[in-house]
Nanobody, 125 residues
């Protein structure tokens, strides 16, 4: 069983930065692929970024490439999402997710068994 708790959301002006954190508990964290997803008001949940269990591969949605960076620290059971050059369209609730690393389908929410409660990110224009 893995429990995930996000933090770091808030209100920021367009062009600014935020660093989201996700604290994970559970003995098998280091074997899990971890991802960030987001849900904007009135929209479906979208993939943002993912990292494999070894932190050797990362994956990004087109909207996040070049602006967001996902990282993990298995020694601390932490996942991070550094978000730079934020835009109003990045406004959403951001969710941390974890699932057994099967080497594929990192983009799909169905690959993740565990989800955090979410943290609100609001970007003002």
């Amino acid at each position: 069983q893995v429990q995930l708790v996000e933090s770091g959301g808030g209100l920021v002006q367009a062009g600014g930065s935020l660093n989201l954190s996700c604290a994970a508990s559970g003995p098998t964290f280091s074997s899990y692929a971890m991802g960030w997803f987001r849900r904007a008001p009135g929209k479906e949940r979208d993939f943002v970024a993912a990292v494999n269990w070894a932190a050797s591969r990362t994956y990004y949605a087109d909207s996040a490439k070049g602006r967001f960076t996902i990282s993990r620290d298995n020694a601390k059971n932490m996942i991070y999402l550094q978000m730079n050059r934020l835009k109003s369209e990045d406004t959403a609730v951001y969710y941390c997710a974890g699932g057994l690393d099967r080497g594929s389908y990192y983009y799909s929410g169905a690959s993740y068994n565990y989800w955090g409660q979410g943290t609100q990110v609001t970007v003002s224009s």
